[in-house]
């Protein structure tokens, strides 16, 4: 009776084990899957990573130059906590911690922005590769925070022996420099741009006067100075552009931006969600009087003084200061 209940005793000891190491193997599985979702937003991030950038001046956390060194280091962090939930090391320490709080900061910035601009447009939580309103990125922060409290609570993850405790200052390391080396910073802002000696030339504006639609553009954008965007409501470069534009417009409203804006009228609604640049005079121009006007290249960003265009700036140039300069010429 004793041989048979230590065997009975044997086996329950046994299959404890086997489902405490099924736990673990699934535990494990849930924790890389988590961090690979973390490497995936922080890699979406960077292609464009112009519209992450710009947030972090709308927001006013920083300005135009310091905005491209933050986003690249918010990147970092993603990637810092995606490869330590990857590979199922320093979770308590790190990785639990950091994780949690990026992702209860996003979900702060979500419900603000939710707050003043609705719930429209992309969120940006996976760049341009998912299209995300707020309230489907809040939710999906939600789900992931209770991915963590079940994390936390249940699971430890691997222990590094001493010696292999260098990973986690090599992958902080490596996390910290990849954004800079995929998606290198580009000093070269636009003050040498715009002081590039180019050859002006004048645009025909009775061209959009004659042919607008939707609104009928103000004839005083022939005279003075006025920042005219010629872009289609389908490019996604015009859209950044546009999100762009309108946070200089927001931080100064005396410069006179206009919008010529290319497309079918299905597209107008999802373009103004995506940039929240309705307030922005516009209308709408098409076929050739467009392409007579702003070229094929888009967008096209004509600095106009009284009918010459004296810049034609790209859009990751495009300065609030040194457009402030400009018009004060």
Request: charged share 15%; aromatic share 14%.
């Amino acid at each position: 009776m004793k041989k048979a209940f230590c065997t009975h005793a044997g086996r329950f000891f046994i299959f404890q084990n086997e489902i405490n190491m099924l736990k673990k193997i699934l535990f494990g599985l849930l924790c890389t899957l988590l961090g690979a979702v973390f490497l995936f937003s922080g890699y979406t991030k960077l292609y464009p990573i112009e519209p992450f950038e710009y947030t972090f001046v709308d927001i006013g956390i920083v300005n135009w130059q310091i905005a491209p060194f933050v986003a690249r280091l918010m990147i970092a962090l993603e990637f810092f906590i995606g490869a330590l939930l990857f590979f199922n090391i320093c979770l308590r320490k790190l990785a639990y911690k950091l994780g949690i709080s990026i992702l209860l900061l996003f979900s702060i910035y979500l419900i603000l922005l939710m707050i003043f601009t609705g719930n429209k447009g992309n969120c940006g939580c996976f760049g341009s590769y998912i299209h995300m309103t707020p309230l489907q990125a809040l939710i999906k922060n939600i789900i992931m925070l209770g991915v963590f409290f079940v994390l936390n609570n249940y699971y430890d993850g691997w222990v590094l022996n001493k010696k292999w405790k260098f990973l986690n200052t090599l992958l902080f390391a490596s996390a910290c420099a990849m954004p800079f080396i995929l998606n290198t910073v580009e000093l070269n802002y636009s003050e040498a741009y715009l002081n590039k000696p180019e050859e002006n030339f004048k645009i025909e504006l009775d061209s959009l006067y004659n042919n607008a639609k939707l609104n009928v553009p103000p004839k005083t954008l022939s005279q003075s100075k006025h920042i005219i965007a010629f872009m289609s409501l389908t490019c996604p470069h015009c859209r950044i552009a546009a999100n762009k534009i309108r946070i200089i417009h927001e931080r100064d409203p005396k410069i006179s931006f206009y919008f010529v804006l290319n497309g079918e009228d299905k597209n107008l609604k999802p373009f103004f969600e995506n940039t929240h640049t309705e307030d922005i005079p516009h209308c709408i121009l098409l076929g050739r009087s467009f392409v007579y006007l702003a070229g094929l290249n888009m967008p096209a960003i004509y600095m106009v003084n009284n009918s010459v265009v004296e810049h034609n700036v790209n859009y990751i140039d495009l300065d609030q200061g040194e457009i402030e300069k400009w018009l004060k010429k």
